[in-house]
């Protein structure tokens, strides 16, 4: 059973930044691809960014590419997410989620629908 705890969100100013924490159990992370989506009040789940098994390859949406970096630990069994430059429009419930996106045409509401996501982090972006 896939279980996925975030922390780390909070409030930033515009321009700041946090780091948010995923840890895993579960499922063997080392060979899952994982992802951070997010949604804000209102608005359709969008994809932020995703991790290949190998660490390094990586991939963002076009909102958060520059300023966001995803990253792993598979010995620790977390995943992170480095939020950088913050902007108002950033606020938003981030989750962790054991799928795969690697561009923004696939949906991530069917990708990554909600047996494969945590609880979610909630992250404020306000002067």
């Known amino acids: 059973e896939v279980h996925l705890v975030e922390s780390g969100g909070g409030l930033a100013q515009p321009g700041g930044s946090l780091t948010l924490s995923c840890a895993a159990s579960?499922?063997?992370?080392?060979?899952?691809?994982m992802s951070w989506v997010r949604q804000a009040p209102g608005k359709a789940l969008e994809w932020v960014a995703s991790?290949?098994?190998?660490?390094?390859?990586?991939y963002y949406s076009t909102s958060v590419d520059g300023r966001f970096t995803v990253s792993r630990d598979n010995a620790k069994n977390t995943l992170y997410l480095q939020l950088d430059s913050l902007e108002t429009e950033d606020t938003a419930t981030y989750y962790c989620?054991?799928?795969?996106?690697?561009?923004?045409?696939?949906?991530?509401?069917?990708?990554?629908?909600?047996?494969?996501r945590g609880q979610g982090t909630q992250v404020t972006v306000s002067p």
């Open positions: 579960g499922f063997p992370f080392s060979a899952s691809a």
């Open positions: 991790i290949h098994t190998n660490r390094v390859t990586t």
């Open positions: 989620a054991k799928c795969f996106i690697y561009q923004m045409q696939i949906d991530p509401v069917s990708r990554c629908p909600p047996d494969t």
